[in-house]
């Protein structure tokens, strides 16, 4: 079955550095998602982007964070000064079609210091 | 923005059938229901999408009344490595032209021995 990558698996950062957070989704998707999940939390909607453009953001996905494209298989989640409460898991997603089902990668653990 | 309301934890034996419902009280006409199960550091994983009625694969049931303000993921013969957190979700409806999923906080399964 065809999976979502997502590098690296841990990320350790200090406070106010920038991280990337790389994501390769479903090669014929063009949906694309990232969420994230706080230790003992539940899953929480960052940011959708569909035709090079991001469709909805919720109101975590404020203006440190941005997402982009860079080629036809890479999609990226940018954290520009990191703080300590964006220490999660975070998930990439993608589908192929709208409201169709979506699959998740496996998360990039990302420990601020 | 349709809610849903699961049982926050259930235990079941190895070999039972295992029934979580779900309630989604303000669901929309164009919303699908769907459940995603989630290991400890994984991403969620699609189990089984469904609009009304039955629906069925080689891994659960799905069961929604005519009303849809509910619904039933149907585990049959569990066993350990069922063990997880099991999301029931409703998509956001297509309010930018993507499908976003809201997870809630799931229903954490134990199974036992």
């Known amino acids: 079955e065809p999976e979502v990558t997502q590098t690296p698996s841990h990320q350790v950062t200090q406070m106010g550095q920038e991280v990337i957070l790389r994501c390769v989704p479903i090669s014929n998707h063009l949906y694309f998602y990232w969420y994230r999940q706080i230790l003992g939390q539940k899953v929480e909607f960052l940011v959708s982007f569909y035709n090079n453009e991001i469709s909805e953001k919720s109101e975590i996905f404020d203006d440190q964070f941005s997402v982009e494209r860079p080629d036809g298989s890479n999609f990226t989640l940018k954290i520009r000064s990191t703080k300590l409460e964006d220490s999660a898991m975070y998930f990439c997603a993608s589908s192929r079609g709208v409201e169709e089902k979506l699959f998740f990668g496996s998360g990039t653990q990302l420990s601020v210091l | 923005l349709a809610k849903t309301t699961q049982p926050i934890s259930m235990d079941s034996y190895e070999g039972q059938e295992v029934n979580i419902t779900c309630s989604h009280n303000?669901?929309?006409?164009?919303?699908?229901i769907t459940w995603y199960q989630q290991f400890p550091s994984q991403g969620p994983r699609f189990i089984i999408q469904?609009?009304?009625t039955k629906v069925t694969n080689e891994v659960a049931s799905l069961f929604i009344p005519a009303d849809r303000k509910s619904s039933t993921l149907s585990l049959p013969r569990v066993s350990l490595s069922d063990t997880a957190v099991y999301y029931c979700l409703v998509g956001d409806g297509m309010t930018s032209g993507t499908y976003k999923y809201i997870f809630g906080t799931g229903t954490r399964l134990k199974v036992l021995a």
């Open positions: 469904g609009y009304k």
């Open positions: 303000n669901i929309a006409t164009n919303d699908y």
